[in-house]
Every structure is written in C-alpha cells, then in structure tokens.
Nanobody, 130 residues
Framework: EVQLMESGGGSVQAGGSLRLSCVAS????????MAWFRQAPGKELEGVAA???????TYNKEMPDRFTISRGDAENTMVVQINSLQPEDAAMYYC????????????????????????WGQGTEVTVSS
C-alpha cells in the first residue's frame, strides 16, 4: 500500500511563492496518477491539478494559472509550484494517488473528492497574510 507525505507548506505574505512536495513510499502501481487537492476552512475539498505516470497534466479549470504541477527529481515524488499566493489560497493542501481516470475526474470536479475514499496524505498547511 502506498503512503503519501506532503511537505513545503508554511506561512507567506501575499505575492509570495511556495513549492509543495509529495513523496510516495511503499508499493505504488506504475499506472497511478498523483494529484493535489486543497480544503480551505469552511469550504469543500477541491482539486488543484493531477499528473499521470507519463507526465500528462490535468488542471481544475477553476484554479488560476499560478499553480504548476510537475514530477519531482526523485522517483515517486510530485511537486506543485504556487506563485503570487493570495489570501484565498490559504488551505490545507493534500496529496492523493490513484487510478488515473478516477484522479482526473476528482480533480476536475466530475466526481466529488473525499478524504475518506482513496489514498491521501496528511496534508500540509498554507497560510497567506495580506
């Protein structure tokens, strides 16, 4: 079973940048995709972006283009670069992994994501001060 661990969250001023990382350990199916989701206080969990095993990416259309997802340098790692952070970006950011179609559907909102379904990390918190 795959375990996911996020890192890189923190407190930044509006306009700053953060690079969040997710490392997968244990056995992960080579066909799995990885993705970022976020949940702001009082709001629903929403998809940010996903990346497939071949490097193809899928973004939630509701996300601004300040988010860039990519594979990390180490195997089974994924990062998201967030530039020009805004107060509305403050949230707990979660890493997820799973079958590509399922992950993409949850990132784009076709299927509602749920922390009780699938493989998730513990999250890394991002706070933004204005």
């Amino acid at each position: 079973e795959v375990q996911l661990m996020e890192s890189g969250g923190g407190s930044v001023q509006a306009g700053g940048s953060l690079r969040l990382s997710c490392v997968a350990s244990g056995y992960m199916d080579s066909r799995y995709s990885m993705a970022w989701f976020r949940q702001a206080p009082g709001k629903e969990l929403e998809g940010v972006a996903a990346i497939d095993s071949d490097g193809s990416t899928t973004y939630n259309k509701e996300m601004p283009d300040r988010f860039t997802i990519s594979r990390g340098d180490a195997e089974n790692t994924m990062v998201v670069q967030i530039n020009s952070l805004q107060p509305e970006d403050a949230a707990m950011y979660y890493c997820a992994a799973g079958v590509a179609g399922m992950i993409r559907s949850r990132v784009t909102g076709w299927a509602p994501p749920s922390l009780s379904k699938g493989c998730w990390g513990q999250g890394t918190e991002v706070t933004v001060s204005s």
